[in-house]
């Protein structure tokens, strides 16, 4: 399970009530205004680069609902980013909204992942390969997640600015 607590064992009408709910909370008032104002928030970033699974890490770089908390100069310290109940309470958006720009968010963070072989030297234990595969964080992966998180907002958003 993610922090947006989606997980994979619902059944078929509760997937559809939760649908219908995330749909209602972006064509509504407060979640129109939110996405206006997430749209200017993620331009506003230095770095067009978002971070996945917090609000904002120690290195200061952003996820997307935590570069609107920057652009509303919000104490996001005090926000538990696993808990969707007081990230929607604190942004002013229904659980559903704060749910699904989480888990959109967050998305596809092992597929943003460089894999790669290497031998390693020197003696082994029998059961060992001297051919390792290991995996690191692409470089790219915050922009690409910055692309994407704004594409997503760009085409909820009802009335352009």
Not at 143 to 149: A, D, K, Q, Y
Request: net charge negative; aromatic share 8%.
């Amino acid at each position: 399970m993610t922090r947006s607590g989606y997980s994979d064992d619902c059944d078929d009408w509760a997937l559809i009530r939760w649908r219908g709910a995330v749909s209602q909370a972006i064509r509504g008032k407060r979640g129109q205004a939110m996405l206006g104002e997430m749209l200017q928030a993620l331009d506003a970033l230095p770095e067009p680069t978002l971070a996945a699974e917090s609000l904002v890490t120690s290195d200061g770089e952003y996820c997307a609902l935590g570069a609107l908390g920057r652009a509303r100069a919000m104490d996001l310290e005090s926000i538990d980013p696993d808990d969707r109940e007081s990230v929607a309470q604190a942004f002013g958006v229904a659980e559903a909204l704060a749910a699904e720009i989480m888990d959109l968010n967050d998305r596809d963070s092992f597929d943003e992942r460089i894999y790669f072989n290497f031998d390693v030297c020197g003696p082994m234990r029998p059961w060992e390969s001297h051919r390792q595969l290991r995996w690191t964080t692409d470089p790219k992966a915050g922009r690409i997640r910055w692309s994407r998180m704004r594409a997503w907002v760009v085409s909820n958003i009802k009335e352009k600015p």
